[in-house]
């Protein structure tokens, strides 16, 4: 099992801490043990009520993987407790929203970049100025230090995480068990200004989801626009409205997305996935492949096919 601590500091953020909690320890496939970490038996939350610990500080030293939720004022820096515990940590660390302030008050963000809700990126900028702060992404994946945006962009990124650990069709099963979509781009911006259409056409969620039954077909911008019966201006516009990234990112995304469910799945070779998902050759499939995962089709089917993992 992999060992997973989710510390909880004072004023915790409560959706924060239920987000690893729900993703990783609450479904019998995903090969995770989660374990509520303390520095006190009893922890308040912002919302006034408190949680018990499940263990103290010690945990962090046998996780695999440590994730600091979000906590509430956000500048109030840890006890130096915590903070040895977060440095001596061996495995893998992880911040929710405000928790990237524990993180750097450990020094552990020092030349990385890492992000935090939009609201709090400036004092995290102010306060550790060797950080590269990313204020506008939902989370950034440093290897072995992931940090995401506010409260909900930590399912976008503990799904992240599963499928990095354990391959996309495990993390679209937890995703579709918590009704959230599968994937969302890390870079994707965490703050729409739009999130809801004000004009009588509605959302372009239908467009999205007939693009994603025909990522074989080579997409344009303008048939794209055509379905939504919208002119190629007005798709662009409410597109990145509504998504946060241009049409052709999105698609890009999408395509290199099912190709990864495919090579898992399937025995299909390269070839065959490259045109079943728009890629049109192998080559070009390996190119955004690389460029997105960095790594090859072939080592990605070797890591995480069902037939390997049986």
Not at 104 to 131: E, K, M, S
Not at 178 to 183: C, G, L, N, S, T
Not at 256 to 270: I, K, N
Request: aromatic share 6%.
């Amino acid at each position: 099992m992999h060992e997973v601590a989710v510390l909880a500091l004072d004023a915790v953020v409560p959706l924060d801490l239920a987000i690893p909690a729900q993703v990783f320890g609450t479904y019998e496939e995903t090969p995770y043990r989660v374990t509520v970490c303390a520095a006190t038996p009893s922890v308040p939350t912002m919302a006034g009520f408190a949680i018990t610990a499940q263990a103290g500080l010690e945990a962090l030293a046998h996780a695999d993987t440590v994730i600091v939720p979000g906590f509430s004022p956000h500048l109030r820096v840890p006890d130096e407790p915590v903070l040895e515990a977060l440095r001596g940590a061996p495995g893998r660390i992880v911040s929710i929203c405000t928790g990237a302030f524990a993180l750097a008050a450990a020094g552990l963000l020092d030349g990385r970049r890492a992000t935090t809700h939009w609201r709090d990126a400036a004092d995290l900028i102010a306060r550790h100025p060797h950080v590269s702060v990313e204020p506008d992404v939902l989370y950034v994946d440093e290897g072995d230090v992931l940090t995401s945006a506010g409260v909900a962009s930590g399912l976008d990124l503990c799904l992240h995480i599963l499928r990095t650990d354990h391959g996309a069709d495990l993390a679209a099963r937890v995703a579709r068990r918590i009704v959230v979509p599968p994937h969302r781009e890390g870079g994707q911006a965490q703050y729409v200004q739009q999130p809801l259409p004000k004009h009588p056409g509605g959302s372009l969620a239908p467009t999205r989801a007939w693009a994603l039954q025909h990522l074989e077909r080579p997409l344009t911008v303008r048939e794209l626009a055509a379905h939504a019966h919208v002119s190629e201006r007005t798709f662009a516009r409410r597109f990145q409205a509504e998504t946060g990234v241009s049409p052709l990112r999105w698609l890009l995304s999408a395509r290199v997305d099912a190709a990864r469910t495919l090579l898992e799945t399937t025995a299909a070779s390269v070839d065959d996935i490259a045109d079943r998902c728009g890629f049109g050759t192998a080559a070009n499939l390996r190119k955004h492949f690389h460029r997105h995962l960095s790594t090859t089709p072939t080592a990605y089917r070797r890591t995480f096919s069902r037939a390997r993992a049986a």
